[in-house]
């Protein structure tokens, strides 16, 4: 296997970690109270844009090349940090 495929199997296998934890917030945005809930869901909207842009970086990732995936690695890094912090910052807020 490539560096590369590797490389895009464990995004792949952390943005369905990601949308696991996505489902579970929308889950929990459903049993809240109205203030809560329009709070949530704009939460899990926030979280949905950025699995989008994740998975369109990572297919840009995948169409590359073996010699030109090493640049668009830092894109798909970038958009992942983003997802990352965007679903950190959700969960703080649905413990509140």
Not at 30 to 35: L, M, R
Not at 70 to 78: A, H, P, R
Request: aromatic letters at 6%; glycine letters at 4%.
């Amino acid at each position: 296997m490539s560096t590369k495929e590797a490389y895009k199997q464990k995004i792949e296998a952390e943005l369905e970690l990601a949308q696991a934890k996505l489902a579970e917030f929308k889950a929990q945005a459903k049993i809240s109270t109205a203030d809560a809930r329009i709070k949530h869901a704009k939460l899990v909207d926030e979280i949905e844009q950025k699995v989008g842009a994740t998975r369109a970086k990572l297919k840009q990732l995948g169409e590359a090349s073996e010699e030109a995936w090493e640049q668009l690695k830092d894109g798909v890094e970038s958009a992942w940090s983003a997802l990352n912090a965007a679903i950190r910052n959700a969960a703080a807020k649905f413990k509140e």
